[in-house]
């Protein structure tokens, strides 16, 4: 069997390109005269300046495997992973991904603020795939892991960031997703149930799910990951164990 067929996420060749001061198809009618008058401004023959956020990123994910990836604010992890998610779409390259996948991207992603937290547990599943008798079997988890329960019946615009955290994190893991990409969210919530939700994390990965973990906390990737890739200006500058990426990280890329 072939690398291609056993990898859980194949990443090749992957690029993204954001035009700068492009005025997109949904602005309001403001920004569009005001991005016009703009334009006439500049000189005629100047187009808008490009960005490249990621460009010629190549890994892969075996199933059960936890990668971490590590890089400063702006390095492109949230582009990659809002990729991964199908959130938006690459300028080159190419993202497989085998099997359901379950993003924990931004507190709150997903969930509809009119909703309540059980008619929001309900959608994220409908969205996975999965019919009302599997969500209702695995509800009452969710509820007990996510310590929300007085306010399950509120609708989550009122929920603070750490019940969104709970409610979000506890959602992705009990439901039936083979990947789960997990970005960064866990800063959110207290101490206790950071290492509640690490502790799930590597049951979940016991269990076969592949994980993707992005997070500025060393203690929590050397944790959970079992090797990590990390980008610096949109590209991958180191991808190996674990241990060898957080030095590489820490020494070469932030210079401690």
Not at 23 to 49: F, T
Not at 124 to 132: C, E, K
Not at 174 to 179: G, K, M
Request: proline share 4%; charged share 20%.
């Amino acid at each position: 069997m072939t690398a291609m067929q056993t990898a859980a996420v194949r990443v090749h060749g992957l690029g993204k390109e954001y035009n700068i001061g492009a005025i997109p198809g949904n602005s309001s009618l403001y920004e569009r005269i005001g991005g016009l008058l703009h334009q006439r401004s500049r000189a005629p023959l100047d187009p808008h300046p490009t960005v490249w956020a990621l460009r010629d990123i190549t890994f892969e994910v075996s199933p059960g495997r936890v990668l971490g990836i590590l890089g400063r604010n702006g390095s492109g992890k949230s582009t990659l992973m809002k990729i991964l998610a199908r959130i938006t779409a690459p300028t080159e390259g190419m993202a497989e991904t085998v099997g359901r996948v379950g993003a924990l991207l931004e507190v709150g992603t997903g969930f509809h603020p009119e909703l309540t937290g059980r008619e929001n547990i309900a959608l994220s599943g409908a969205i996975l795939g999965m019919d009302r008798t599997d969500i209702d079997a695995v509800q009452d988890r969710i509820i007990d892991f996510s310590e929300i329960g007085r306010f399950l019946d509120t609708p989550v615009k009122y929920y603070s960031s750490g019940m969104f955290l709970r409610l979000a994190f506890s959602v992705s893991i009990h439901l039936d997703a083979e990947i789960l990409l997990v970005d960064e969210v866990l800063a959110v919530g207290d101490t206790a149930f950071q290492l509640k939700c690490q502790a799930r994390l590597k049951e979940a990965v016991q269990g076969g799910r592949t994980v993707i973990f992005v997070s500025h906390n060393m203690a929590s990737v050397a944790a959970i990951c079992d090797s990590a890739v990390v980008l610096d200006l949109g590209e991958i500058r180191f991808n190996g164990p674990t241990k060898d990426a957080v030095a590489f990280y820490t020494h070469e890329i932030l210079g401690i």
